[in-house]
């Protein structure tokens, strides 16, 4: 297994303790599951949406739970009373837990079930705090400089 020395990093950055950790942890984890399918996509600069295909199940048998920075999706199939008789199946209705780290500040904004796919969507809300704003040397006036960008 392949090592990485993050100490550079912590020469010039501060508070990045947390990143570093956390590759150190994809690195040492085992696979990510491969079931169910799904996309990540980049709808704008501060939107994504997660698409999970869950064909053959039904919306009381997922669900989604966000906890600190951490989403989690499962799905528990309901068990049938009579199992049926498969010629072929190739639909897997297995049950799953998948979870997706999130950034500091994406918040999950909407869930659908749209024709066998679960549609998440999510933003990046930065708090008016932690966007750039400029700084007066003298340090008398970092208020007034703030109003004036708002």
């Known amino acids: 297994m392949t090592h990485y020395d993050f100490s ?14 956390m590759f150190d942890e994809a690195l040492r984890s085992d696979a990510q599951p491969s079931y169910p399918p799904y996309n990540i996509e980049l709808l704008s600069e501060n939107e994504y949406r997660i698409s999970m295909a869950v064909a053959g199940f039904e919306r009381a048998e997922l669900e989604i739970e966000a906890e600190n ?18 010629l072929h199946r190739g639909i897997a209705t297995r049950d799953f837990e998948h979870r997706f780290r999130l950034a500091d500040h994406v918040r999950v904004v909407s869930a659908a079930l749209d024709n066998g796919l679960l ?3 999510l ?8 966007k750039p704003r ?10 007034v400089l703030e109003r004036k960008l708002a």
């Not at 920075?69 to 498969?86: A, C, F, M």
């Not at 933003?123 to 932690?130: S, T």
């Open 8 to 21: 550079p990093l912590y020469r010039s950055a501060i508070g990045y303790d947390r990143l570093a950790q």
């Open 69 to 86: 920075d951490v989403l989690k999706v499962i799905g528990r199939k309901q068990r049938l009373e009579h199992k049926p008789t498969y």
């Open 119 to 121: 549609n998440i969507q």
């Open 123 to 130: 933003v990046r809300e930065i708090p008016e705090a932690l």
């Open 134 to 143: 400029k700084i007066a040397i003298d340090g008398d006036n970092v208020h």
